[in-house]
């Protein structure tokens, strides 16, 4: 696996500045409950890498356990943003049993964390995508709004992959462990660690690009 000490990048705000709420429903209080996951504050640490003009507008964010209103592809979403209307502000919900529902053991849970935030950060950003598209590039057709929304978060997960990349790595020693005691797939293993040097060479990449843009 590869080893990188984080970049130590100062945050782009404090959660004070902003003027957003994150709220939790009953449904999504059991969900966390049973995993004893402190969902309020990892979302407050993502949000420090998203620019603050671009949750202008953005009210609240929502964490329930599954959707409750009829949306495309319903049965595979992990989380939807919802513009504002009458006078309201945009929201985004969070569907906690679409990123975590499979996990079965809390104590493995809070081991792969990192890893589990990634997956979370990744959500977040996708959607603070569809809310940038939305309020201020009046000339991006919806049609493309996806692609939009990817490489929004492909932009600012860089920095977030730059900072994290020591904790998730250790997740994979953790990992590994798992694999020794027959408890995970050789396969699976094999194809999260692939998947994850990936993203890390192409975050890096991006990183290296960005710092000689600026020189």
Not at 156 to 183: P, Q
Request: net charge positive; hydrophobic share 35%; aromatic share 10%.
């Amino acid at each position: 696996m590869i080893h990188k000490q984080p970049f130590l990048r100062k945050p782009l705000h404090t959660w004070d500045e902003l003027k957003m709420k994150i709220t939790v429903t009953k449904n999504g209080a059991r969900e966390l409950k049973r995993l004893r996951f402190d969902a309020i504050q990892s979302i407050r640490e993502i949000l420090k890498y998203v620019p603050p003009n671009d949750l202008i507008g953005l009210s609240f964010i929502s964490i329930t356990d599954l959707p409750t209103r009829k949306l495309k592809k319903h049965e595979k979403i992990a989380a939807a943003y919802f513009k504002g209307k009458k006078g309201g502000g945009a929201f985004i919900e969070i569907y906690i049993c679409r990123l975590f529902g499979h996990i079965n053991n809390p104590e493995n849970f809070r081991k792969l964390l990192p890893i589990q935030e990634y997956g979370l950060a990744s959500t977040i950003f996708h959607e603070i995508g569809h809310h940038v598209r939305e309020i201020r590039t009046h000339g991006v057709k919806k049609s493309i709004g996806e692609k939009f929304a990817d490489r929004y978060a492909e932009r600012i997960l860089r920095d977030y992959i730059m900072d994290n990349a020591g904790k998730i790595n250790h997740c994979f020693d953790f990992l590994e462990t798992m694999f020794s005691k027959g408890n995970i797939d050789h396969k699976i293993l094999e194809s999260m660690k692939e998947g994850w040097e990936k993203t890390y060479k192409k975050a890096l990449s991006s990183e290296i690009k960005a710092k000689q843009n600026n020189l």
